[in-house]
């Protein structure tokens, strides 16, 4: 106990030390908690984007296609017939269901062309999975069998086009002939998700079909649910409804797309970024340990010739430290707290700090960012 006491009667006695290592370490903390906090707050954002511009939470898709869905091939697809969509429909937590035809066009405006993603969408579902309402920049989604396409605004001025203009894509259909679908641009959209901005095209699935040669087949059925914390179960759910009639259809929830797996492994890189961050903080409490000792020679020499011990003297300096840990430790605790608090409730508005719209970076930011907490 009275080596305890001595430890904390040092921190009194060496006051500005105590206080400027004390600041190091509660700025390190700081730090710590403000950029975990602000990382799982964009990538909670980045979840959202994907699931609300991309993925849904659910993809219903024949096993083949899913092993070559880059390709975007026209092969392994299949029809969503009413018997498909009782079977989705019943699975916990269904809100609603879009089917959707992918395809790879050239975009013509009659000047310059443009190679873009096509997909062909049901309008009278697709804003039921999809968040795209609230994010027209100009005109409005088109309405069944009309021969309309909405477009990304970046694709749109990228390619000098409005609302109103017509364009051009040539396509290569299912038996290897070119068609070319001619439509009319209904609406602009411009969202958090970078894909979506800059080369997709948006079409009557029905126009597709059939500038396709598909039938009334299509490459994916996208599935939103209540929740995403339920993707786990109704996969399982659906997977297993699908075995006997379907054997070929798989389910793939949000969770498993590249895209998710790539945010997954950036996790690792924000704990070394944070480890180093604390690093530094435990560098400063080891200089503050080693210039004590060297300042304290002569006292250090007056506790030996006293009979106190090797580790005696060692116990002293660590509970010094540690003093100092803890007095730096609850510092930035709370000071990172209120920051947390703050980034949470009221967000940061990084488009209006740098002066220009983080989107079209490739980030998945529009309007503010929230922290997130993280006990």
Known sequence: MFLTKLAFKNLVRHRNRTIITSIIIALAIFIYIIYDSLIGGMTEMSYATIIDFESGHLQLVDENYWEEEEKLPLDNLFTYNDELKIMVEAVAGYLAASAELSFTAQLNNGIDELPVLGKGIDPAVFEEVFRMENNFEEGSMFLPGERKAVLGKRLAELMELGVGDFITLLVKGKHNTFNT????????????????????????????????????????????????????????????????????????????????????????????ILAIILTIAAIAIINTVILAALERMTEIGMMKAQGLQNHELVYTFVMESTGIGIIGGIIGMIIGIIAVWLMSRYGVDFNALVGMDMASFGLPILGKTYGVWNP
């Open 181 to 272: 679908i001619d439509v009319e641009i209904a609406g602009l959209v411009h969202t958090s998700n970078p894909s979506v901005n800059q080369n997709t095209v948006y079409l009557p699935l029905d126009l597709v079909q059939e500038a396709l040669n598909t039938g009334d087949q299509v490459s994916k059925v996208i599935i939103r649910l209540e929740d995403k914390g339920l993707s786990a179960e109704a996969a399982e759910e659906l997977e297993s409804l699908l075995q006997k009639e379907y054997p070929g259809l798989a389910v793939y929830p949000w969770y498993t797309l590249e895209a998710i797996t790539f945010l997954g492994a950036a996790e690792l890189e924000k704990q070394v």
